[in-house]
């Protein structure tokens, strides 16, 4: 549409490097729908362009939780997934468990952060139940300030109730890569290497393309 006249030029470049890239490097794309108000009038037609790039997306992210819940998309969100297989949420940051629930509404294969469901202990049993990951971004939740302070973080009490936890890296909004995030939970929380490996082993499982091929 003439919405996505710039949009979609970029986005098949995009493409077309990661297919040029395919023996060396694998992708793949994770388009991002954010739910603050001012593009809710968007959502749909950002999920429509969507799917008709369905052969290229693995999946769908809901980010930027301060405005509207995830709910808000359902009926789009219900619609893309039919085409598009996976759905990742970005919640619990900042905002309370409550929005652990509204996501959960929505079947989310992963949630982003998540850590506030420390808050309500019957959340954070659901999520271990359900084997929902939580994406750890420890130095990120430093940053943003969603943690005051590495002491107050909860990944260890999260990991303790039987949370799966990959770690990641907001590496474009605190300039930390993957290995500093590790890094910095193991001296932190004094994870054994043999927790550092479940955690590496919960995020290749968890990868979107990993779940694809075992399907």
């Known amino acids: ?22 023996g060396t490097i694998k992708a793949d794309l994770v388009v991002s ?44 969100i219900e619609k893309t997934r039919g085409e598009i297989e ?30 506030r469901a420390v808050e309500d202990p019957r959340l954070v049993e659901k999520l271990a139940e359900l084997k929902i990951p939580l994406e750890m971004c ?5 940053v943003s300030g969603a943690t005051k302070d590495i002491a107050n973080h909860p990944m260890r009490r999260l990991d303790q109730a039987g949370v799966v936890l990959p770690v990641g890296s907001d590496g474009c909004n605190d300039g930390s890569t993957l290995a500093d995030n590790y890094a910095l939970i193991q001296k932190s929380f004094g994870f054994t290497d043999a927790d550092m490996n479940r955690f590496r082993n919960n995020s290749w499982k968890n990868a979107f393309r990993n779940l694809h091929k075992n399907k």
């Open 1 to 22: 549409s003439e919405r996505w006249k710039y949009a979609t030029p970029v986005l098949n470049k995009i493409i077309e490097a990661i297919q040029k890239c395919t």
């Open 33 to 76: 729908l954010s739910s603050q108000q001012k593009f809710k009038d968007v959502a749909a037609d950002l999920l429509k362009l969507c799917r008709d790039y369905k052969e290229h997306i693995i999946g769908i992210d809901i980010t930027n939780e301060k405005d509207l819940p995830p709910t808000t998309f359902s009926r789009e």
């Open 86 to 115: 996976f759905l990742t949420i970005h919640c619990m940051e900042v905002m309370g468990s409550e929005r652990g629930w509204d996501a959960l509404k929505l079947n989310p294969d992963r949630i982003g952060h998540g850590i």
């Open 138 to 142: 420890v130095q990120s939740n430093l």
